[in-house]
Nanobody, 123 residues
């Protein structure tokens, strides 16, 4: 059973917004860095954003100023608010938890992953 479950993906027009959610068991979520990654067809997986348990954030260059990562520690839920979406944001978006020796820009080393949710942005 996959411990992280993403939701909120779908089809949206360029310029629109979507909000992704990721639910996790407390034993996985609590006190840990959580992140969003994405992978487009034929492309390498890339960082979208990560957030510490205290709320410090780091974003991939391509989404800075448009996407916002947040977390509700009481609900063990991670969010990604995506605004001003572009066709190049089309990808499967994955929720993940920090692991050991993580390569932050690719997510290599993240310990737990969801199955992903597809975001499609039409032009």
């Amino acid at each position: 059973q996959v411990p992280l479950v993403e939701s909120g993906g779908g089809l949206v027009q360029a310029g629109g917004s979507l909000r992704l959610s990721c639910g996790a068991p407390g034993r996985i979520f609590s006190g840990n860095v959580m992140g969003w990654y994405r992978q487009a067809p034929g492309k390498q997986r890339e960082l979208v954003a990560v957030v510490t348990s205290g709320g410090s954030t780091n974003y991939g260059d391509s989404v800075k100023g448009r996407f916002t990562i947040s977390r509700d520690n009481a609900k063990n839920t991670l969010y990604l608010q995506m605004n001003s979406l572009k066709p190049e944001d089309t990808a499967v978006y994955y929720c993940a938890r920090w692991g050991v020796r993580v390569v932050v820009h690719t997510g290599l080393g993240m310990e737990y992953w969801g199955k992903g949710t597809l975001v499609t942005v039409s032009s």
